[in-house]
Every structure is written in C-alpha cells, then in structure tokens.
C-alpha cells in the first residue's frame, strides 16, 4: 500500500462518538464472607423513578432469577417468588410497563429486564400505568449470567445512579496524546521539507532523494473530491456497516502497521550501528529493518486478535493510531494555505452537518455520525424500545471502527460500565488540523521564519482542545472537536501571516517558487559545470 493509497485509508479517521441515556449502577452482593460485590450497567428512565445518587441510600434486595419468562402473564411465575425480592426476567412480547404491574402485583420492589440486544432508552406510555410505583431498569443478560457466574445464586442487589463526573483526568491523556502527534507530525513534516530543499540544490541527491520519498499533495480539486468520498463512505458505512467494519479493520492493520514502520525506520536510521545488510536480488536492505517490519505486522496482527480485550488492547491501538497519524500528517503536504482552508473548512461542514442537521433527516431522528460511531445494530428492535424478538444465542461481540484514540475512564460512574468506559478522540480530529501545523512548520523552513507559524498554530491547537473539553464539561455530551479546532488553528494561522505581511505567500505558499528558484539555480551550476570541464582538461 503505497503512499497514494493513504488519504483513501483514512477517510473513515472522522469521527468523534456521542452517545447520551439514562444510565445508571446495579451494585451486586454476593452471599460469601467477606462478601464479593461487583457493579453492572442498566438503563432506566428519570421520568419513571428517581434513584439514589450513593449506596449509602440505597435499599437491597434478594435477587430472584425469572429469566426463563419474559412476565406477560401472572401465570408463568409461581405464587409467592417475588414477594419483597427484585425480579430479572427477560425482554419481549409486551411492553415494560405491563411487565412491571405483574411484577408489583405479585409483590416485587424491583424489576430488572435483561436483554440479549443492544440497551436502548425505556420508553412508554406512563399515562395507562400511574399505579406502577416500583423501580424498572433494563440490564444486558450477559451482565445476569456473569453475576451468576461471579456471585453465586444468593445475590443481593440495589440501584443507584451517582452524578456524572464534572471532569475526568483521562482527557489530560487525550489531551498531551493529540498535541504531542500533532506538534511531532508537523516537526518531522519540517525535517522532511528541509532535507528536500537541500537535496534539490544538489542534482545527485535530488534524484536519491525523489526516489525515496513518497508524498503526495492535495489540491483544492483533489481536497474537494477527498470530502466527497468521505461522505459517501459514511453514508455507506451507515447503510452497511456490519459488512463494511471488517473493511476498515482490515484496512487499519494494514496502513498502521506500514505507518509504524515508516516511523520507527525514522528513529532507527539515525542509529549508526547495527547496520548490517544481505543481498537479495541484486538488492540490499539492512538486517534490522526485515526484524522491524516483522515487529510491526506482529503488532498490528496481536491488535486484531485481540482488538475486543478491553483491559490492553486500547493501549495496542493508541500506539498504531499514534503512528498512523504521524505518517499521514508527514506524508500528505498541502501546497499552500488555500488548501489548507478548504479542506478544514470543509470537514468541519462534514462534521456540522451530520452531527446536527441529519436527525431531521433519518427516520428515527438519529444523527449519521452517531449511528456509525457508536454502532448500528441489526436487530428486529422497534424503535420505541418495548417490543424486540429475543435472539435464542448470545449475540456477538459489537465491532467498533478503530478510528479513535481510547483511554480507560479514571473516574468512576455509570458510564464507565455501559457505553463508554473510555474517552475517546477521532484520529480526524488529530490528522485535519495536523496537515495545517504540518505546513506551517514547511513554510517555516521554506521561509527561514524560526518556528514562529509552526508553534503558534501548534499552540493555538491546544487551545482548541481545552475549549471542545469545556463544552464537553458543560454540555454532558460528546463533541464534534473539529467545531472548535478548525477556527483556532485558522484563525491564529491567518493573524500571524497578516502581522508578519506575509499573508499572500502564505495563501499561495512559496514552495513552488523556491523550487524552481533552487532548481534553476541547480541547471545554471550544472551548465557552467559543463562549459568550463572542456577547458580545464
């Protein structure tokens, strides 16, 4: 996969989930001395009941296990099961609310319904059921077959839902992870520029050097058809995802594993020992560097088997989404600022539109974006979340796009055990503005300007994030962060250009000036070269 495959391999690198419900916390007692405990996910709804915000509230009860009915009739229970116990039966055949008043007429104080599908949101028509006072929540029945497992069948259980977490420390890890890919990409984009503009001046290093490097530029034409394609793969993704999944995660292995080797060749290169090499077909390569790339793909190939292990796989998977990044921002150059605007401009259009304007346009009022991040599932569920055709296996695990850098949740709350136990950043929000401190950093080094474009650009983009995780703070709710990455990152750009009344070379970008400027410097010294040998002989 060479170097014009890339910007098609990270085309679904765009997204940043959202996802919001009611959740809450089953804490679970087992019967033992000491007692082991342990925390499950539910979904409820505040509407219907208002849990405690701690244990220290909190009411046990003893568990009673009816998963074998799914409570549509008093008959199907025995007399007497429920009486002052919570209940689990399973989903299915009618409604919640209709569960719950069987279950409170028989005497129960709690009724957990497990589900073998994705949870969704409770919803029903309270106005029918006012007399059902009990607690209801929806619970995965996997979470009831670990409990049995863990617990035994003695279990003692209570809700409780504590308050969100008005900031969790995983974001300073996001946070130094983002600006330390970014500010790296666009340093070594500069190294790489410096070493091109040096070897231009010199014919024989040129051609080595053209040979060696594998870049490719966007154009303001091929800017516009890259959001196209976005687009569409996104609409595609949502329409096919089940199918499609394994694409990008073939795709990622694949591209992560070459981008892991392009950046440690980098760092090994600089080593001047080691260097020892073998001959095949008339070529050379050094010995190492067959042990790295063996390295890489056993790398990429260990995250694919593993990629569902939650407790280290993330880790695995930040470190080839690092060098993802880095070897995209390195190897896609915008020729000047113009590009830069459109394709930033462009994907935060992208991203406002379907985070926010396609709800009015799916059927069930969801957002694109979100469906695709979090995973559409293909279930008979109706979209009012009562009524599902129960699988008779246990469904399996959710494939999610690698396409965000993941870190554990450190502080502890509901979501950590349901959707989101780790926060999250697209790689998009990495790469976009990555491409605009890239090129800042090359037209420092084509202007000779001491980093002043580079660093601010660079710090301007670490603003940005502390303002997405602001909002993120204050809204509850995930964030396109290309919202607010675009226009600092932008905005600081162009002030800086304008207060060094450098504004329209930095639109037009002096590449390619210099180029040709070094290049016909290069053809005069040559021809010189050529008049003067005749006569020195």
Not at 261 to 267: D, E, F, G, S, T
Not at 435 to 453: E, G, K, N
Request: with cysteine.
């Amino acid at each position: 996969m060479g170097a014009a495959g890339l910007p098609w391999a990270a085309l679904w690198a765009l997204l940043l989930p959202l996802v919001a419900a009611d959740e809450g916390i089953l804490h679970a007692s087992g019967s033992g001395v000491p007692p082991v405990t342990k925390d499950y996910c539910i979904i409820y709804n505040s509407n219907w009941v208002s849990l405690p915000k701690t244990l220290d509230n909190a009411t046990f009860r003893a568990l009673e296990n009816l998963t074998s009915t799914v409570l549509c009739s008093s008959a199907e229970v025995p007399s007497g099961s429920m009486k002052d116990k919570a209940v689990v039966v399973m989903r299915g055949n009618c409604t919640f609310l209709e569960k719950a008043r069987i279950a409170q007429s028989l005497g129960a104080k709690m009724l957990l319904i497990a589900s073998k599908s994705r949870l969704s949101a409770i919803s029903d028509n309270k106005t029918d059921f006012e007399d059902v006072t009990i607690p209801i929540a929806l619970i995965r029945y996997n979470d009831i077959v670990d409990m049995q497992l863990v617990l035994g069948n003695e279990v003692n259980v209570t809700l409780y839902s504590p308050p969100l977490p008005e900031f969790d420390y995983s974001m300073v890890v996001i946070f130094l992870i983002a600006v330390f890919t970014v500010a790296l990409g666009g340093y070594w984009s500069g190294v790489a520029e410096l070493e091109n503009l040096k070897a231009v001046a010199s014919p024989g290093e040129r051609e080595t050097r053209w040979k060696k490097e594998e870049n490719v530029t966007f154009t303001p034409v091929t800017v516009i058809l890259f959001v196209v394609i976005c687009c569409v793969m996104l609409v595609l993704l949502y329409f096919f995802y089940k199918w499609l999944v394994y694409v990008i995660i073939s795709v990622f292995c694949l591209a992560s594993a070459m981008s892991l080797y392009n950046c440690l060749a980098a760092l090994i290169g600089e080593i001047p020992f080691g260097q020892c090499r073998i001959t095949c077909s008339s070529k050379t390569i050094e010995v190492r560097l067959i042990f790295l790339a063996i390295f890489c793909i056993a790398a990429a190939v260990v995250w694919a088997v593993f990629r569902n292990e939650d407790r280290w796989a993330w880790i695995l998977q930040d470190i080839l989404g690092v060098a993802f990044c880095l070897n995209f921002i390195k190897t896609l150059k915008m020729p000047n600022f113009k590009s830069c605007v459109i394709l930033l401009g462009l994907l935060l259009l992208y991203d406002v539109f379907f985070v926010f304007i396609t709800p009015f346009i799916t059927k069930n009022g969801a957002s694109i974006m979100v469906e695709v991040a979090a995973g559409p599932f293909g279930n008979s569920e109706k979209s009012d979340g009562n009524l599902v055709d129960v699988p008779t296996e246990r469904s399996a695990p959710h494939e999610k796009l690698p396409v965000v850098v993941r870190v554990p949740r450190l502080e502890h709350s509901a979501s950590t055990l349901c959707d989101l136990p780790f926060s999250l950043l697209g790689f998009g929000d990495i790469i976009v503005p990555g491409l605009l401190v890239a090129y800042c950093r090359r037209f420092d080094v084509q202007t000779r300007s001491s980093s002043i474009y580079y660093i601010s650009c660079t710090i301007a983009y670490a603003v940005g994030m502390v303002l997405t995780f602001i909002v993120l703070a204050l809204m509850k709710m995930g964030q396109p962060a290309l919202l607010y990455l675009v226009p600092c990152t932008l905005i600081t750009s162009s002030l800086v250009a304008w207060r060094r009344k450098e504004m329209k070379k930095f639109w037009k970008g002096s590449n390619y000036q210099m180029m040709e400027h070094l290049d016909y410097t290069g053809n005069e010294e040559s021809t010189a070269s050529a008049t003067e040998q005749p006569g020195g002989q």
